[in-house]
Nanobody, 118 residues
Framework: QVQLVESGGGLVQPGDSLTLSCTASGISVDHWDVAWFRQAPGKSREGVSCLSRPDDSTNMRKAYYKDFAKGRFTISRNDNNNTVYLRMNGLSPEDTAVYYC??????WGKGTLVTVSS
């Protein structure tokens, strides 16, 4: 059974940084696309960042970011603990949302709430 468990959310002030974690079980984050999405109050879920599965020929992975995340957010993974991270810097109230982890474009976690407020 595949499970994705997000953690690291909380209440922070504008300009602060936060690192979200997504620990996977039943699936290896090393072999699949992994991504972060978010859903702000009253809005649809949107993509934030994606780390592609390794390329078949080069074994390289690519990271993609939505425009609002470029330069502020960094996606990474740790194969030793099967965890994907999202480092978020320079947070603003517009980043307030529930952040969800996705693996293999199919499996979802239950989300972790990030609130940015002074």
């Amino acid at each position: 059974q595949v499970q994705l468990v997000e953690s690291g959310g909380g209440l922070v002030q504008p300009g602060d940084s936060l690192t979200l974690s997504c620990t996977a079980s039943g699936i290896s984050v090393d072999h699949w696309d992994v991504a972060w999405f978010r859903q702000a109050p009253g809005k649809s879920r949107e993509g934030v960042s994606c780390l592609s599965r390794p390329d078949d020929s080069t074994n390289m992975r690519k990271a993609y970011y939505k425009d609002f995340a470029k330069g502020r957010f960094t996606i990474s993974r740790n194969d030793n603990n099967n965890t994907v991270y999202l480092r978020m810097n320079g947070l603003s109230p517009e980043d307030t949302a529930v952040y969800y982890c996705n693996a293999a474009q199919y499996y979802w976690g239950k989300g972790t709430l990030v609130t940015v407020s002074s």
